[in-house]
Every structure is written in structure tokens, then in C-alpha cells.
């Protein structure tokens, strides 16, 4: 066999995407040019060093000319025999569930399982009038109305047991109160959130940033962020969404399935996307370092976002339209445009956004996850499942609990390696999140200062004239 020995390498370049620039504020169209940032790369490189240091060496054999070739062909032997196998072989294939199982609890020991969405706020609303001083979240498996709710999948329990590492609560408000106490209740919500962390922090913690997400996770709790659902929730005020970041929130899903005055719904009516308001709504997030979340928006709403933003965005619940033709799914040319922005589609385990029917299947689930690895990479799909916020779940994902089986069952795939799985499980969110975070930073530097822009004022009866 014959060995061809390797030039020596170089120092790899430094990946740049247009996130690391900071934007001309108002100025109109950006190329992104996204390039997926790769967790598990070595930090360094192994390499031989093939010049001599002396012209005299070049008319000797036993120079270190000589060694050097002697010594680089004998590496590269010995790592042709060695990775060979490897090359054939490149991962133990895992034969029963158990082995695979095991393989996905310790690798989520080192990387966290990010879930998008959660609806158990809402549930606390509506079951304990959000009054949790009675409530133990470790026994409502057992108690009613949680037992006999086809809507409650969440507890301590089964967190611990679905290996969650980090949860997006989900402060939401229905759309029946935009323009009336929208802002009230949002706030509510949030205040549930940081209650319900606080009153069971053995085992949850509320985080506001990727790096204590990921020391939290360390630490051995779930790590806690808060998601305000639905655009109505600001009042049409960018001073609301700003002390809804200062309280904690980390992203805003635009809108729910209802039309705002700048942007609409998934329920629409219209062919509009984002209003100039609602361009200004997607820059202060930007500034602000607050993830822009595409569920539940039109189509025309998200492309509008996508244009607009200098960060990634998110889908925080939803999966593929080509295999169930929901409106709260993405179409294929948005998939790729997710790729181009370096955002990240969390799949929903909804069964009606899965099969558009009753019944499901883990294996649907996996559908929609292939279908958008397929579309738009490895790096740009994720979970958020949805629980507590749906009343029909696919078998064998009853609950939170079943996570790990989910990813288990991934893992029986020859195409999924360890690496693509903590991908999908964590890793691309993370990613989306740093990034967002540093546009932020560099914004700041930049003396980026905050939006002022004033929606156009509405003629509502709840408002007054100071509004």
C-alpha cells in the first residue's frame, strides 16, 4: 500500500458569519453567509514539522530531512492502521434499546436537552389560579384535575426522568386579550414562572444567559428561561417588550395565531408581513439580545423577520409542512432560508402538527426531524415539544419523560451519530443563543442605542389618551 504523506497543516482559519459584523442600523438589505460553528471540533492540531532549518542538511540522507520522512511515514502507517477500522466502523452499532438508552443518559450528562416550549404556566393558571404555595409539582400525577387533564404532561418526576436540562416556560396569553389586560397577564405569567422555579429550586433555576444555563445544567438542576407567547403581549409597546427582558423573558414569539396591528398570524387574513413597527419590534430584540421565535406567524411575517434581523431565529414549536400542511408548520423554501440565517426549527410533538390527524407515532416524530435535517442541516433542527399546551400526543411520547427514548430510537439510525444527536438535543439552540447574545454585545459596543419608534396609535375604547 502506498502512503502519501500529508503537507503539514496549517492554522485553520477563523469562521466569520455576518452575525460577528455590527449592522448599519437602518440601512436595508445584508448577505448572510452562515457557517455552522462546529462544538465538537479539536482544539488544536497534531502536525510534524518537515523543514530542516539548514541548507546543508539538503545534500545529507541522514539529515533531518532523512528523519523527518522516516518519522512521518511510520506515523502515517501506523495511522492507516488504526483508523482503517474506524473508517469501516466509525460507531459500535447499539443493539437493543437499552444500550442505546444508556448511550443517550451519559451523553446528556454533558450536554444539555433544551426543550422550546412548555405550557405548564398556563396549566397553573387555570387548575391553582396560578397559587402554588399548596402545590407539589413532584405528586400532581397523582391529584386533581392534573390526573385526569389530557393536557398535563409535566412534573418534577418526569422531568428528572425525560433528562431535561433546560425548559422554555412558556408565558402566554390568549388572543382574546389583545387590547385589553394582555400586558396584565403576560406579566402574571412570568411572575408563575419565577414563583414556580424559586419555590422548587433543589431542582429548577432561572438562568438569563447561555452561560448560566450551561453552569446550571453542570450543576445538576434544570435550567429555567422564559418565552412570552404572542406579540399582543406588548401592548404595541417597545417599552413592555424591554421590561419583559429585564424580568427575564429570552424570547418572543411574535405573534400567536391572531393578527397585530404590525404583524400577523398564522389565522390570517391578510398577505402582510411585518409593519415598519414591527420591523423596529425585530431590531430591539436584536439590540436587546432577545431571541425572535417564527411560531405561530405567517409565512409573510417570517420572511419579513428573516429579512430583517441580524440574529438567528428560532421556531420554538413547530415541524414540517411538507409532511403535515398545518399553518403552525415550515414550508421547505423557509426551512432553507432558516439554514441561510442560522436559526433552528424545534419539532412539536402535537399530533395533529405531526400526522394532521389523531394518532401518532414516535416514528412520525422522527419523520419531521429527518425531513428538516434533510432540508435545512443537522445544525438547524431542535425540540420543542409542546407539552401542557396539547391534549393529543403521539405513542410513545406520552409526557416529558420520554425524551431520552425518543432520541434512543434516533440513535438505531446507522445516519445518526452520537454527534448529530447532541446537536438536535441541545447544541444547535445553544449555538442560535450565543449568537444572539453576541450581536447584542456587539451593539453595545457600537453605542446601538434603544428603539424609540411609537406604533401608530389605535382608537380603542380600554385605552386612554395617554397611551
Known amino acids: 500500500m502506498l502512503f502519501q504523506i500529508a503537507p503539514c497543516p496549517r492554522e485553520l482559519p477563523v469562521r466569520e458569519t455576518s452575525f460577528n459584523v455590527v449592522p448599519q442600523y437602518y440601512n436595508g438589505v445584508r448577505d448572510f453567509h452562515y457557517q455552522p460553528y462546529d462544538y465538537h471540533a479539536s482544539s488544536s492540531l497534531e502536525s510534524c514539522s518537515c523543514s530542516s532549518g539548514s541548507d546543508s542538511s539538503r545534500t545529507s540522507f541522514r539529515g533531518p530531512w532523512c528523519i523527518c520522512i522516516v518519522v512521518c511515514v511510520v506515523v502515517a502507517t501506523l495511522a492507516a492502521g488504526l483508523g482503517l477500522p474506524l473508517a469501516f466502523n466509525p460507531q459500535p452499532q447499539l443493539q437493543t434499546p437499552e444500550e442505546r438508552l444508556e448511550v443517550v443518559r451519559k451523553l446528556l450528562k454533558d450536554t444539555p436537552l433544551i426543550d422550546g416550549h412548555n405550557d405548564l404556566p398556563w396549566n397553573l393558571r387555570k387548575f391553582v389560579h396560578n397559587k402554588l404555595f399548596k402545590l407539589n409539582l413532584s405528586a400532581i400525577s397523582q391529584q386533581e384535575p392534573w390526573s385526569k ?15 431535561i436540562g433546560a425548559q422554555f416556560w412558556s408565558a402566554y396569553v390568549p388572543c382574546k386579550a389583545q387590547h385589553l389586560d394582555a400586558v396584565q397577564i403576560t406579566l402574571e405569567q412570568i411572575d408563575v414562572i419565577k414563583r414556580l422555579v424559586e419555590y422548587n429550586s433543589e431542582h429548577f433555576a432561572l438562568v438569563r444567559s447561555t452561560d448560566e444555563l450551561k453552569q ?43 393578527d397585530t396591528p404590525w404583524a400577523t398570524g398564522t389565522s390570517t387574513q391578510k398577505q402582510d408581513g411585518l409593519s415598519a413597527f414591527g420591523q423596529s419590534v425585530i431590531k430591539e430584540m436584536n439590540r436587546l439580545g432577545m431571541i425572535i421565535d417564527l411560531s405561530h406567524t405567517s409565512m409573510n411575517t417570517a420572511k419579513a423577520a428573516l429579512n430583517v434581523t441580524h440574529a438567528p431565529v428560532i421556531f420554538s414549536h ?44 414516535v416514528q412520525d416524530v422522527i419523520n419531521h426531524i ?7 442541516g443537522i445544525d438547524h433542527v431542535g425540540i420543542g415539544a409542546g407539552y401542557d399546551g396539547i391534549n393529543m400526543t403521539p405513542s410513545g411520547l406520552e409526557d416529558v419523560s420520554r425524551y431520552p ?43 446601538i442605542l434603544p428603539v424609540e419608534d411609537s406604533a401608530p396609535p389605535l382608537h380603542n375604547p380600554c385605552s386612554s389618551i395617554y397611551s
Open 149 to 163: 387533564s389530557l393536557w398535563s404532561h409535566t412534573d418534577i418526576p418526569r422531568l428528572r426522568a425525560g433528562l
Open 405 to 447: 427514548h425518543l432520541l434512543a430510537e434516533l440513535l438505531a439510525d446507522p445516519s445518526w451519530t452520537e454527534k448529530d444527536i447532541v446537536s438536535l438535543a441541545g447544541l444547535n439552540l445553544l449555538r442560535v443563543f450565543e449568537k444572539v447574545e453576541e450581536v447584542r454585545d456587539k451593539w453595545k459596543l457600537a453605542d
Open 216 to 258: 446550571i445544567h453542570k450543576a445538576g438542576r434544570i435550567a429555567s428561561l422564559i418565552g412570552v407567547e404572542g406579540g399582543h403581549a406588548l401592548g404595541n409597546s417597545l417599552a413592555v417588550l424591554r421590561t419583559f427582558y429585564n424580568l427575564g423573558a429570552r424570547y418572543l414569539t411574535i405573534t400567536h395565531n391572531c
Open 318 to 361: 413547530s415541524s414540517a409542512f411538507s409532511l403535515c400542511n398545518s399553518s403552525r408548520n415550515v414550508p421547505d423554501d423557509i426551512l432553507k432560508l432558516i439554514a441561510h440565517n442560522g436559526g433552528v426549527v424545534m419539532v412539536n410533538f402535537y399530533t395533529l402538527h405531526v400526522t394532521c390527524n389523531g394518532t401518532a407515532t
Open 370 to 376: 429527518n425531513h428538516i435535517r434533510t432540508v435545512a
